[in-house]
């Protein structure tokens, strides 16, 4: 079946240490997304990516990279200039076109230790 | 602000009854988007209603939209426990290619 795998499903940052979130999607959409979503709110933009090599940083970028290697993969890596991490983080993709719903993953639970 | 704003932020009803939520946005776009957010997953895609069309339905969700007022509804008809979720608006803007801007959601507990 097709979709979005993320992994892991909690995660644990200790201060001042780097964390990648995976994302995967065997649905052979071009773009994808990534989401901060902090407790009772809503989403929010971290990165996209229309197609392979190239992304654009969304509202709160800040603390945040990406890579977009291959057309299944978008990893982020939280880093430790990202002072407020504990969040829950959502990929997404979708056809890169307009009036395309987007596919979500399960999402990363993310805490600081 | 954020460019989509559900109303109400909270609904609680009895099985079998319907529930509406609004979404309001501010600028003008390609097509408005209804997810579904069980706790602690991922969001589901429920309906998209481009910015020409003024009503759609699938099964016992009907969405309506009206550009002249920058709004739209999330109508669940009968509703049922297993509808317990949240509910997020998501519009797609003009000029902005294929991101989205969600709002912050309306959390729906339909009781037994």
């Known amino acids: 079946d097709g979709g979005i795998t993320q992994s892991p499903k909690y995660l644990f940052r200790k201060e001042g240490q780097n964390v990648t979130l995976s994302c995967e999607q065997n649905l052979n959409h071009d773009a994808m997304y990534w989401y901060r979503q902090d407790p009772g709110q809503g989403l929010r933009l971290i990165y996209y990516?229309?197609?392979?090599?190239?992304?654009q940083k969304g509202d709160i970028a800040e603390g945040y990279s990406v890579s977009r290697e291959k057309k299944e993969s978008f990893p982020l890596t939280v880093t430790s200039a990202q002072k407020n991490p504990t969040a829950f983080y959502l990929c997404?993709?979708?056809?890169?076109?307009?009036?395309?719903?987007?596919?979500f993953g399960d999402g990363t639970r993310l805490s600081i230790l | 602000s954020q460019q989509g704003e559900e109303d109400p932020q909270a609904l609680s009803i009895q099985e079998g009854e319907n529930a509406t939520m609004n979404c309001s946005y501010k600028?003008?776009?390609?097509?408005l988007q209804w997810y579904r957010q069980n706790s602690g997953r991922g969001l589901v895609h429920l309906i998209l209603i481009r910015s020409n069309e003024r009503e759609k339905h699938s099964g016992r969700l009907r969405v309506t939209l009206d550009t002249s007022k920058k709004s739209s509804s999330l109508l669940i008809t009968a509703s049922r426990a297993a509808d317990t979720a949240s509910y997020f608006c998501?519009?797609?803007?003009?000029?902005?290619?294929?991101?989205?801007?969600f709002g912050g959601g309306t959390r729906v507990l339909v009781k037994p």
């Open positions: 998501a519009t797609e803007i003009k000029a902005a290619g294929n991101k989205l801007t």
């Open positions: 600028t003008s776009i390609n097509n």
């Open positions: 990516s229309q197609i392979v090599n190239d992304f």
């Open positions: 997404a993709s979708s056809m890169a076109a307009i009036n395309q719903p987007q596919h």
